[in-house]
Nanobody
Framework: QVQLVESGGGLVQAGGSLRLSCAVSGRTFSTYGMGWFRQAPGKEREFVSTISRNGERTYYADSVKGRFTISRDNAKNTVYLQMNTLKPEDTAVYYC????????????????WGQGTQVTVSS
């Protein structure tokens, strides 16, 4: 089991940028695939992005492809989500999560979750 703490959320105007961070502790970070998910008001939580254990492979939801970049620093036990060209529809609580899989798009594969960080994009 690992503990995850997100940070970096906030209020930004449309077209702006934010970088989310997720600090992970508890076990060897490099043995976990990592993911970002989000939940908008009144909607189900959805996949945003995932990165493989060694950081070589990344996957994105179509809605964020080309605007968001996931990365990880295994020396710092941290995963990041750089979000550019933000849109009002990106407004949500963003969660990072850890999976023992190499990487995964599926929420059911993730055992450990952070508490979430709010991202609000104004028009």
């Amino acid at each position: 089991q690992v503990q995850l703490v997100e940070s970096g959320g906030g209020l930004v105007q449309a077209g702006g940028s934010l970088r989310l961070s997720c600090a992970v502790s508890g076990r060897t970070f490099s043995t976990y695939g990592m993911g970002w998910f989000r939940q908008a008001p009144g909607k189900e939580r959805e996949f945003v992005s995932t990165i493989s254990r060694n950081g070589e492979r990344t996957y994105y939801a179509d809605s964020v492809k080309g605007r968001f970049t996931i990365s990880r620093d295994n020396a710092k036990n941290t995963v990041y989500l750089q979000m550019n060209t933000l849109k009002p529809e990106d407004t949500a609580v963003y969660y990072c999560a850890a999976t023992t899989a190499w990487a995964s798009l599926f929420q059911g594969d993730y055992d450990d979750w952070g508490q979430g960080t709010q991202v609000t994009v104004s028009s």
